[in-house]
């Protein structure tokens, strides 16, 4: 069946180092690949998605890019700030457009 | 500012009480997801309907949940009787699908309903 997994946290930076959070996934078809993003205490939000292959999502300086090749659409961002810390899920809508959550990445930016 | 409305947002009950959680999905969206998400277990997906109706429950455990849609304003999600390991934050996302599409799209969620069980 359909499925995403991602890298296991917790990840703790510190301010303005690189990031990288790894996201896999496996699918029959060609699934749309979502990150969201949860702050403490609030609901997940829609931090960026890629609809087909070699598509490119961004938003906030983050960035992922849709990989058919290695099933992968790995986060990144260049320079973290103390505002991004959260968890971050990587997701994927399947069959039945049904989402498929991965577990959750928890990052700690440090200052 | 369309957002999805959850109530209530903290409820502490006893064992053996009924919970009652509502969700007002965003105007104009057709699915409704509810979600239990706990340390332990992550983020899992308890019932899922489109345009009111059920199509995924297999997430949930049938002899104390639950869930409904009286109608496109409204989802419920009901325990009966409640137990401690109920206690979690309940989500509820809201979206559109067209059947044959390939791409919903973006979910939208609410804060939450977290419950404590004692």
């Known amino acids: 069946g359909d499925s995403v997994t991602q890298m296991e946290g917790p990840v703790t930076l510190s301010e303005e180092a690189c990031l990288t959070i790894?996201?896999?996934?496996?699918?029959?078809?060609?699934?749309?690949l979502f990150w969201y993003v949860q702050y403490p205490g609030e609901g997940l939000q829609l931090l960026l998605k890629?609809?087909?292959?070699?598509d490119k999502g961004s938003n906030k300086g983050f960035e992922a890019t849709y990989r058919k090749e290695t099933t992968s659409f790995h986060l990144e961002k260049g320079s973290v700030q103390v505002s991004d810390s959260a968890v971050y899920f990587c997701?994927?809508?399947?069959?039945?457009?049904?989402?498929?959550f991965g577990t959750g990445t928890s990052l700690t930016v440090i200052p | 500012d369309a957002r999805v409305t959850q109530t209530p947002r903290h409820k502490v009950t006893e064992m053996g009480q009924e919970v009652t959680m509502r969700c007002q999905p965003i105007l104009g969206h057709n699915t409704v997801f509810w979600y239990r998400q706990t340390m332990m277990q992550g983020l899992e997906l308890l019932a899922y309907f489109r345009n009111r109706a059920p199509l995924d429950d297999s997430g949930m455990p049938k002899d104390r949940f639950s869930a409904e849609m009286p109608d496109a304003t409204l989802a419920t999600l009901k325990i009966q009787p409640s137990e401690p390991r109920d206690s979690a934050v309940y989500f509820c996302?809201?979206?559109?699908?067209?059947?044959?599409?390939?791409?919903?799209?973006?979910?939208?969620f609410g804060e939450g309903s977290r419950l404590t069980v004692l």
């Open positions: 790894n996201c896999t996934y496996t699918a029959t078809g060609y699934p749309s």
């Open positions: 996302a809201s979206g559109l699908s067209f059947p044959g599409s390939p791409n919903t799209g973006e979910l939208f």
């Open positions: 997701a994927l809508i399947g069959t039945g457009n049904q989402f498929y």
């Open positions: 890629a609809t087909k292959a070699d």
